[in-house]
């Protein structure tokens, strides 16, 4: 970040005129750097309490033997980094969390394009119609969940998905409980489809708005008819920028899913849910608040966010992160 | 846009800002003291309740702590009454200093003993300690020392709709091979046979050993890995596959609500739902043990409930041992009320238990019969890193065809590893 010090526009753009004078050493202006301290102070306070001494003290907690504790002092090694890795259970709920990344990415990025183009083309009634789309964007996972669970996909024959299924002579499902074949992926799925598609369609249409009319006109007048045509030629390729970070941001929240498989799978007074039901999040949960072991907990953490950070540095190479346009 | 209140200062405003901002944080990081503190006490307790359902118990449990705070005046007691994932909250708040000085819990782990979680609590049980049932004793109890004072028990077995059998033909199951066929013949129409949890485990999954006569554990080794185990679980795996199970229901095994709406026949649940059914179904249901299977099986009823200890990191530990002494050890109203006028549990002293009247008629005898015979549960030694292995195999098993034996076999080796180290305390 930097602060406004000198003249405004003295280092911006290309020179075109004559060679500036050699700037004069610049003032220091302390009332803006107190400012800047005093507002941000709490900030980076926060962050530093909350997140890298956190973070700094799972790191050493990964180290140590911490069943029951968050005390350091007990070293371990390397030992709960192959506990963790040993653990059948950890490298299923790792497979399970790719899988779901490879359906839910491509899923959601789709949707969310086709209905941002469909809604770009609306002549009236695009405010609405967006709003409508992004208005699950507001709900809580939580509460969705259980409106999945309890309402839509509840395993009684009066519910949503039962009642339709009757229409077509099919009988009552428990569409949660059967995990063969794993029917609870079809509650997953969705109920992640409904709440985020319309946050990645806004996404998509602040990309489209940036895209020049003329652009379409030129095509037009070119011979370039049909929409497909204009989609895959002009709208698809000037999208890439928003892709791109749609994409990036569709795969960490992948990784990163919790509450909807915690809170449609879990049964029972407390605890996490059963071994179909748990990507490495919900693993991690449970091995550190349910299992009280600490030290294993950090330890897939860091595992967790480096796979995060690799998978991030491979789809980016691959998708020409931060590359402009024509590299 | 309004501009600056006249008067107020810019530097002012953002002062005032902070003072706000500040003091909103703190307030937001405060527990919900519910209870009754005395203006002039010495010592002010924090006790944890999880949220019980029946209603009329929260306001009970703060009319205690201000009867005690009465008799007691250098002693406040504040009640925080937690909702939600009572477990994990407990859990983690002991971690730090500011954990509650008494909570609740199911049973004492031999980590919560080396880390000092709980305090050893045979001083004040005194006497009382030979009174307690043993099933309620055994899992708070580490070489010798009971750790927490069990505050009611709570019953578990199957309850049924009489007459949803008799229209099917059914008589009442004392096999788990008739169960499982009463279940099939049960489910008709919109009813399903049998509902032990919404993902068809919850209920029955330790109970299961006990069944077959056996156990998951013997002292510190894993003895769940055998043919009989395995062969009950293959069993019940038919119940799921022939679709018999309520599974996805509204609510879970805890409420009675699937058995009163009828959505099932037989339902796998606790004694302190026997007053909501009893008024809701009146005659129209018995309860019977989880049935036997095999030779060497037997029936089981499973020993639940809730057990208060001291937080051993408390800066008064005394004065929360003579508390807990009063409230669960010498106050026999406080226990028969805590115990009956909101659910049914059962008094854990036995002399409570046998006078307390509600308990020595009807349903609510039948009840404590089937408990006194054939009444059990897991040891303390049953910690969730022991039991988590076995757990995911079960689920295996019931839910994915998984071989039985060589899952619980697998599974058996992982507990081990886990139960050997755990702390010998």
């Known amino acids: 970040m930097s602060l406004r010090t000198g003249r405004p526009g003295t280092s911006a753009g290309p020179v075109t005129g004559p060679a500036p004078a050699a700037p004069r050493r610049r003032r220091v202006d302390w009332p803006a750097w107190r400012a800047f301290i005093l507002l941000t102070a709490p900030l980076v306070v926060g962050l530093v309490v909350f997140k890298y001494v956190a973070m700094g003290w799972g790191l050493l907690l990964s180290f140590s033997n911490a069943r029951g504790t968050i005390a350091l002092g007990d070293w371990a090694g390397l030992a709960n980094y192959r506990a963790l890795l040993d653990d059948p259970r950890f490298r299923t709920s790792l497979s399970m969390i790719v899988v779901f990344t490879l359906v839910i990415v491509p899923l959601t990025f789709a949707i969310a394009l086709g209905l941002a183009v469909l809604v770009n083309r609306l002549r009236r009634g695009r405010a609405l119609f967006r709003t409508t789309f992004f208005l699950p964007a507001a709900v809580s996972y939580v509460v969705a969940s259980l409106i999945w669970k309890m309402s839509l996909f509840s395993g009684v024959p009066s519910s949503a998905a039962n009642s339709l299924a009757a229409l077509f002579g099919q009988e009552p499902t428990a569409w949660i409980a059967t995990v063969d074949p794993p029917l609870y992926w079809v509650v997953l799925i969705t109920v992640r489809l409904w709440l985020q598609i319309g946050l990645y369609m806004i996404l998509f249409l602040a990309g489209m708005q940036e895209i020049p009319g003329e652009l379409y006109e030129a095509a037009r007048v070119d011979g370039a008819a049909g929409e497909w045509r204009l989609f895959r030629h002009i709208t698809f390729p000037l999208l890439r920028n928003t892709s791109v970070a749609v994409t990036l941001l569709l795969v960490i929240a992948s990784f990163q899913a919790f509450d909807e498989f915690y809170n449609l799978l879990s049964t029972g007074l407390a605890g996490a849910p059963g071994p179909d039901g748990r990507p490495p999040l919900v693993y991690l949960y449970d091995v550190s608040l349910v299992q009280q072991d600490y030290g294993v907990g950090s330890a897939g953490a860091f595992v967790v966010t480096l796979l995060i950070v690799v998978v991030t540095l491979v789809q980016g190479r691959l998708v020409g992160l931060g590359r402009k346009d024509g590299e | ?425």
């Open chain 2, 1 to 425: 846009m309004s501009g600056p209140t006249p008067g107020l200062s810019r530097r002012r405003f953002l002062g005032t800002s902070l003072l706000f901002v500040g003091g909103a944080a703190i307030s937001g990081c405060q527990t919900d003291p519910t209870g009754s503190g005395s203006g002039g006490a010495k010592v002010t307790l924090n006790h944890w309740y999880h949220e019980y359902g029946e209603q009329g118990t929260r306001e009970a449990a703060m009319r205690y702590a201000a009867d005690y705070t009465k008799q007691n005046p250098d002693v406040a007691v504040k009640v925080t009454w937690v909702p939600g994932d009572y477990k994990t909250k407990w859990q983690s708040s002991v971690l730090t200093p500011e954990g509650p000085d008494i909570y609740e819990i199911n049973e004492v782990t031999p980590d919560m003993v080396a880390q000092q979680q709980v305090a050893a609590l045979d001083d004040i049980l005194g006497a009382a300690k030979g009174e307690l049932n043993e099933h309620a004793l055994s899992p708070l109890t580490h070489g010798g020392k009971a750790y927490g004072v069990p505050m009611i028990i709570d019953v578990m077995l199957l309850y049924y709709r009489k007459s949803l059998l008799s229209a099917a033909g059914v008589q009442p199951p004392k096999t788990l091979t008739e169960l499982v066929s009463a279940a099939k013949a049960l489910t008709r129409g919109k009813t399903k046979g049998i509902f032990v949890g919404n993902d068809g485990l919850a209920g029955m999954r330790n109970l299961l050993p006990f069944s077959v006569g056996q156990n998951v554990l013997t002292g510190r080794r894993v003895s769940y890995a055998t043919p009989e185990i395995a062969d009950a679980f293959a069993l019940v795996r038919r119940m799921f596959t022939d679709k018999s199970m309520l599974l996805g229901y509204a609510t879970e095994w805890y409420d009675p609500g699937a058995l009163i709406t009828g959505a099932t026949a037989i339902a796998w649940g606790g004694l302190w739902a026997l007053p909501q059914i009893k008024k809701e179904l009146v005659d129209d249901f018995d309860l019977i043990p989880w049935p036997a299977h095999g030779p060497g099986g037997k029936p089981v009823v499973i020993l639940g409930g809730w057990s208060q200890v001291v937080n051993g990191k408390s800066k008064h530990v005394a004065e929360a041992k003579k508390y807990i002494q009063w409230l669960w050890l010498q106050n026999n109203e406080v226990q028969q009320d805590w115990a009956l006028s909101y659910g049914f549990h059962v008094p854990p002293r036995a002399g409570l238990a046998a006078q307390a009247e509600p308990l020595r008629s009807g349903p609510a005898k039948t009840a404590i019969d089937l408990l006194n015979q054939y009444g059990t549960r897991t040891t303390a030694l049953w910690a969730p890193t022991v039991s988590k292995p076995y757990d995911d195999a079960v689920s295996d098993i019931v839910k994915k065809n998984a071989d039985p034996m060589a899952t619980l076999g697998a599974a058996a080796q992982r507990s081990q590893e886990a139960l050997d180290k755990l702390p010998t305390v």
